[in-house]
């Protein structure tokens, strides 16, 4: 039977979902491999029994989040038993050090909609980016698209005693036995993944028929391109405002040092240069018109942008 581990899978989701529990699964790889692919083939095949129901079938309107800003309206909308793919997870779900608005919203509804047996699918960056209470507590399953059409996939460890289900450190120095670096190839880094202490086994999976890929291509680059919905000036000022008092790293041009920021933000050295690295513009500085309540300088990071997205 053809894609016979695939449908495996799907086989054991559906299983779960008969527990009146949601099952959270991570989706990694590079760009261009495949993930979406192979998420949509998820959904695609979790959602075949209810193809004659036109509320329940899938449907790339209803079954798949282009955005951080459709998430909660998808997440609340989905009917119980389906499923959502949700392709800017690793923006939404970004470890705590950095979270924002959306972030912290997220994790609450994940707890909130947890009994609703939704199949949740996140298309995420680095896993080790993610929220530590995604990570560790929600996602069960973690898929590693390698190539197109090919797959790995671990399981979270049930140990309680263990503080690392997923054992990224023993897992690395288990991976390095194989992997010395670029130069090593790709099966040397497949062989190492299939050593870890999570690892459970490999697949092949299908591309999509080209005309579910072509309009899914062009909901997505439209969705992603499309302008947010306006931001009021109450609401950009309270944000602001709101900013304003909490990051007080964002002041180091004021005269700030870097302990006093880790300090405030409850950060590792680590954390706060990674931050810091990520803003193109620091330290330049800039006033805010006409508020000087709101902050006396100012680090922009990406502000069009944040803005939108918090609000």
């Not at 979902?17 to 979790?46: A, H, M, P, W």
């Not at 005269?255 to 690295?277: H, I, P």
């Amino acid at each position: 039977m053809a894609y016979q581990k695939l449908n495996g899978l799907v086989k054991t989701i559906k299983e779960l979902q008969q527990y009146n529990t949601d099952s959270v699964i991570g989706i990694t790889g590079s760009e261009g491999t495949g993930k979406s692919t192979l998420t949509l083939q998820f959904l695609r095949r979790l959602l075949y029994d209810y193809r004659a129901d036109s509320d329940m079938r899938f449907n790339l309107e209803r079954n798949v989040a282009y955005t951080a800003n459709e998430v909660d309206k998808k997440l609340r909308a989905a009917p119980d038993g389906t499923g959502l793919n949700i392709d800017e997870a690793g923006r939404l779900f970004y470890m705590r050090d950095a979270m924002t608005r959306l972030t912290r919203e997220g994790i609450k509804l994940f707890q909130q909609i947890r009994f609703r047996r939704l199949a949740i699918f996140l298309n995420i960056p680095p896993f080790f980016s993610l929220d530590k209470e995604i990570r560790n507590k929600r996602i069960w399953l973690w898929i590693h698209v390698v190539e197109k059409g090919h797959a790995l996939y671990f399981l979270r460890d049930e140990n309680v005693f263990a503080p690392d289900p997923w054992h990224a450190k023993k897992n690395m120095d288990l991976i390095e036995r194989y992997y010395k670096g670029p130069k090593s190839g790709l099966d040397a880094l497949i062989n190492g993944y299939k050593n870890t202490v999570n690892f459970i086994d490999e697949f092949e999976f299908p591309r999509l028929p080209s005309d579910i890929e072509e309009r899914y291509s062009a909901i997505s680059h439209e969705r992603k391109l499309a302008p947010d919905e306006p931001v009021s000036i109450t609401n950009r000022e309270k944000l602001w405002r709101d900013r304003a008092r909490k990051a007080g790293w964002l002041l180091q041009a004021a005269g700030y040092e870097r302990k006093d920021l880790q300090d405030f933000w409850g950060v590792s050295a680590t954390v706060l240069s990674d931050m810091m690295v990520r803003t193109p513009e620091f330290p330049r500085v800039a006033c805010w018109p006409g508020k000087p309540e709101i902050a006396d300088v100012i680090v922009p990071w990406r502000k069009d942008e944040e803005i939108k997205s918090d609000v």
